[in-house]
């Protein structure tokens, strides 16, 4: 029998960087180039490098509307966008927020709302760092900035966003999580614990939102050559500089390469732009709630496989039944 899509099974019941790997893409993970997005619009945080600098160019090349929002406006990579969307008539619009910041969530969404006419189609919450390091040297300001930042952030940015697309009954959230979501590498510092959080998150939010027709998928990458890596090492060391030696003495050879970390390979970092733009392309009810992206090993995969079925033996048959199943397509 084939699998319900989530408006058919709620009608029928009313009635989810790791270690750089150099390889092929194989025949299942070809993406598509093209995805016709001609009408969306998109909010896209953490524009001004990596992931999301390449989403809101192709987004907008492929007929979307986008909100591009980057933290401390005015800045080159701004400029550089918004010229790069005059000269050859890019439908982009560039807002800040910082995701941190309350105040400038709320106002940055209002403003891409009002620009749009109404509730978005998609937010993607791709703004994120990371530090390295052992958890024990991991300070409380390097442990709440991850947090912040990871997961906080892509929460204010849900609470500004869902108030007018649960009016809509549609809307789309993708969340830019990692492997290190799923599985764990030692001396990561604070990263995996705070992809793991949004993981949580977005298969919560998935199964409430059900009812509202207003689906919820995790991007899961694995190591590409963006600038989190060159980010990750400025902070890594601004933290080896706050250390008395008390935490950071019992791990020297896991923090003798901190600071030089770079990842990667040759991977190219548009696989996920345009695994974001076939989720968005696909009719609503039939996303993933996750979707693995790397050409080479992806860990992840077999716990992803398993918790789905998981949650679906524990809760399938309770009164959330038709959420779990829904958001699974079981």
């Known amino acids: 029998m084939p699998a319900l899509d989530r408006r058919s099974l709620l009608a029928g019941a009313a009635a989810t960087g790791a270690l750089a790997v150099t390889a092929t893409l194989a025949a ?7 995805a016709d997005l001609s009408g969306k619009s998109v909010l896209i945080t953490g524009c001004s490098t990596g992931f999301g600098r390449l989403a809101a160019e192709h987004f907008a090349r492929h007929g979307a509307t986008v909100f591009a ?13 918004a010229e790069l969307a005059q000269a050859d008539g890019l439908d982009i619009h560039i807002i800040e927020i910082d995701v941190l910041s309350d105040e400038q969530v709320a106002a940055g969404v209002a403003e891409a709302e009002r620009i749009n006419g109404g509730a978005l189609d998609v937010l993607i919450n791709n703004a994120g760092i990371s530090y390295g390091g052992p958890v024990e040297i ?10 912040d930042t990871n997961v906080f952030g892509p929460q204010r940015m849900i609470r500004a966003a ?21 599985v764990i590498a030692p001396s990561y510092g604070m990263y995996s614990p705070t992809k793991f959080a949004l993981e949580a998150l977005s298969e919560g939010l998935a199964y409430e939102l059900v009812p509202h027709g207003i689906d919820v998928t995790v991007i899961e990458p694995g190591g590409y050559p963006t600038m989190i ?7 890594s060391l601004a933290l080896l500089e706050r250390s008395d030696g008390t935490h950071t003495d019992g791990y020297p050879a896991l923090i003798s390469g ?18 974001m733009a076939a989720v968005i392309a696909m009719p609503a009810g039939t996303r ?41 397509n079981a």
């Open 162 to 182: 869902l108030p007018a697309m649960r009016a809509a009954k549609s809307g789309l959230i993708i969340n830019v999580s990692s492997q290190l979501g799923r």
């Open 258 to 275: 901190l600071g030089q970390r770079t990842g990667g390979g040759s991977t190219d970092p548009m696989d996920v732009p345009r695994a």
């Open 28 to 34: 299942e993970d070809v993406l598509p180039v093209v």
């Open 229 to 235: 890596w060159s980010n990750a090492n400025t902070n």
């Open 138 to 147: 991991q300070d409380l300001e390097a442990t709440k900035h991850t947090f």
């Open 69 to 81: 929002t980057m933290r401390n406006l005015p800045r080159t990579e701004a400029t550089e966008l």
């Open 288 to 328: 993933p709630l996750r979707r693995p992206v790397h050409p080479g090993g992806k860990p992840q995969v077999a716990i992803n496989t398993l918790t789905a079925q998981v949650q679906v033996e524990w809760l399938g048959n309770s009164p959330f039944g038709p959420w779990i199943k829904a958001v699974h």
